[in-house]
């Protein structure tokens, strides 16, 4: 098969009709160029043939229409692809959408239309799913991804250091096993139909399990639905981040990695925030409950003694005041209750000794009198020397380390904010550096709920599968019960015949196609790779699908430990063995697939791999991939060149005949 003619139209950047022809090559093969600036529309031209045979979501197809044509009322967009087919007729495929004449048109305003022409003559399409089903007969979409592929397709396989699931998948994509299990598939319905005319043994149950099978079905279905619909979300958000991080570069030159270390001092500016918060709650609950007291410290001393004065003044005027009872109590003491002396006193002795007594008490301490400055009761001087004490054992004097403190924590959070604020001058940056982490925080949110969202799907399908499995069982348990015809019983028989035929086909087909594989592969590794020499084989296990790579010494080398470079021409050589295994000759179209490889690896696949890539070689490049130097080596395979130049004032790409320095 062989790409004649491409036309695009109103999608994207191609505006106006444009046709990419793709001529002829001698000696039955050909490489055409097509060389664009970034953004100039080359992957839109592999877009544009995908959609041509396999058709899209009007979602996606409505926001790619072209702007300004959109904005004059022109919502639709088509594209048309003529193809030589194997026995040598012309095919043409054209697919459009369009809204009609309608105001403001929306995606699900979009109607699609088909039309086939094969050898000029158009063909009825009146049930477009048959014609579908043909094209994608034709041209599988399960390899296309073999032959058409970009730079991030290679960059997406070489990244992949566990890589089985995705090589098992693509070999049998490319080996049509689908097919072979959808036939086993359809021989189990014929096979369950059959039974369904069996004697049944009861009916009930039967029908119960049927029932029950449907529903399980419908189950899964709508969980395949789900988990579809959750890959896409999860696949949009992850652009939408990447998106997002792009902005962010470019905006302040920082790498969006530093957000961890960002919200990491947005964390403990907060924390000191807080704590400060904290420390001045503190001191104003002091200030409230201790300070206006604490304000008189320095009184407290002198209000003790004046206190201790005034006591001892008070004790000294009781004693004045009972001074004559004082007097007669001592002088009875003398006598009472026994005699001090040998000789009692007389009467009148007593009363004279009574009168000088109570002068000297009525004299009192001259030192001890004070002036009742407070003059409060006893009471009340306990419970003022208490709260004395008390203040002066109270947390008042926290108040100093707590106004030292805050001082510090004010320091380091003013630190904290100036180091979130550099790179950020102006109002408006800071509201971009804040919408840009919020996205990209939202997004990191969203891939993560996601991706658990579809971890638990993939769980429960694979319980559901494992369910519907057991129910078929069942089914067959109870059919296998029923008296049948021999002539239903040798049918069924050779069913399970074929199946199991169908089952060694496939292992034995893997088994050679995986040998098959692992040489094509090889074989153009050898060519491409600077450390070839060095290498003595590529093996891949028929079961497990895991790629050995061994030295000249028969040491095992880890697909990664390769450079990065080794690693996509390992991807690249693997694409080539997948498309060569495939047997299916369908062109090869590569979008900007250099922009990683150093020269030497780049020189290899100039020369090595581009003229033996295939029959028909599409390669969309810019201009520093296939440079001037590149482009004089590939000038004797090429059987044309063109260049998409692209005026972004009108937003429009055109295709002009040569390649950039020769358009």
Not at 66 to 95: C, W, Y
Not at 264 to 286: A, C, D, F, G, Y
Not at 310 to 331: D, F, G, T
Not at 358 to 380: M, T
Request: with cysteine.
């Amino acid at each position: 098969m062989r790409f004649k003619k491409l036309t695009i139209e109103n999608y994207k950047s191609f505006q106006f009709p444009t046709e990419i022809h793709f001529p002829d090559g001698q000696n039955s093969k050909s490489i055409f160029l097509i060389g664009g600036m970034n953004g100039a529309g080359k992957t839109s031209i592999m877009e544009g043939i995908n959609l041509c045979l396999y058709g899209g979501k009007v979602e996606n197809l409505f926001r790619s229409i072209n702007r300004k044509q959109l904005a004059l009322g022109n919502a639709g967009v088509s594209f048309e692809l003529e193809m030589e087919m194997d026995d040598a007729s012309l095919l043409i495929v054209k697919r459009s959408w369009s809204a009609g004449v309608i105001d403001k048109p929306r995606a699900k305003d979009l109607i699609e239309r088909l039309v086939v022409v094969r050898d000029g003559k158009r063909v009825s399409v009146q049930n477009k799913q048959i014609w579908q089903d043909f094209i994608r007969a034709t041209i599988p979409p399960g390899i296309t991804q073999f032959f058409f592929f970009d730079g991030e397709k290679i960059q997406e396989i070489a990244a992949d250091d566990h890589s089985e699931v995705r090589l098992k998948s693509s070999l049998e994509a490319a080996l049509g096993i689908e097919y072979i299990n959808k036939l086993s598939s359809d021989l189990l319905y014929i096979k369950q139909e059959e039974r369904k005319g069996f004697i049944e043994i009861s009916d009930e149950d039967l029908e119960f399990k049927e029932s029950e099978l449907k529903l399980q079905k419908s189950k899964l279905s709508r969980l395949n639905k789900e988990r579809d619909e959750i890959r896409e979300d999860l696949e949009s958000f992850k652009t939408q981040y990447e998106e997002a991080k792009k902005r962010f570069q470019a905006n302040f030159n920082v790498e969006p990695e530093t957000r961890d270390a960002i919200r990491e001092i947005e964390k403990r500016r907060i924390q000191r925030t807080n704590r400060i918060n904290q420390v001045e709650s503190e001191i104003r609950n002091l200030c409230e409950n201790y300070l206006p007291y604490s304000l008189l410290g320095s009184f407290f001393d002198g209000i003790k003694k004046q206190i201790d004065r005034e006591r001892e003044s008070a004790q000294s005027e009781a004693i004045k005041e009972n001074a004559e009872k004082l007097a007669r109590k001592i002088v009875r003491a003398v006598e009472e209750p026994e005699p001090i002396f040998n000789e009692p006193l007389s009467s009148e002795k007593m009363v004279v000794l009574e009168k000088r007594i109570s002068a000297l008490l009525s004299e009192g301490d001259s030192q001890n009198v004070s002036n009742k400055i407070l003059n409060i009761s006893d009471r009340d001087a306990v419970n003022i020397i208490q709260k004395i004490d008390y203040l002066e054992n109270s947390d008042i004097f926290l108040l100093l380390p707590l106004l030292e403190e805050k001082r510090e924590l004010q320091i380091e959070v003013n630190k904290m904010e100036a180091t979130l604020q550099s790179g950020v001058k102006t109002d408006s940056e800071k509201e971009i550096f804040d919408e840009l982490q919020s996205e990209m925080e939202s997004c990191t949110t969203q891939i993560g709920r996601k991706t658990e969202q579809l971890r638990i799907l993939e769980e429960d399908i694979l319980t559901l599968d494992k369910k519907i499995k057991d129910i078929e069982i069942e089914i067959e348990k109870l059919y296998e019960k029923h008296n049948v015809s021999k002539v239903k019983a040798d049918f069924i028989n050779e069913c399970d015949a074929i199946a199991g035929l169908l089952n060694q086909f496939i292992i034995r087909m893997r088994k050679n196609k995986v040998h098959l594989l692992q040489e094509k592969t090889f074989e153009m590794y050898k060519l491409l790779s600077t450390k070839s020499g060095l290498i003595k084989d590529i093996t891949i296990d028929a079961k497990s699908f895991e790629i050995r790579i061994s030295d000249r010494n028969g040491h095992e080398i880890k697909k990664s430990g390769l450079s990065a470079g080794e690693k996509e021409v390992f991807a690249l050589s693997l694409l080539w063995g997948l498309a060569q295994t495939s047997e299916v000759k369908l062109p090869i179209i590569i979008d900007t697939p250099l922009s990683r490889l150093d020269s030497t690896h780049r020189d290899n696949i100039i020369r090595n791999y581009f003229p033996n890539a295939g029959e028909q070689v599409i390669i969309l490049s810019t201009d520093t991939e296939i440079d001037n130097n590149y482009y004089r080596t590939l000038q004797s395979h090429l059987s044309g060149a063109a260049s998409l130049e692209f005026n972004q004032q009108q937003e429009l790409t055109t295709l002009k005949t040569g390649y950039f320095w020769e358009a």
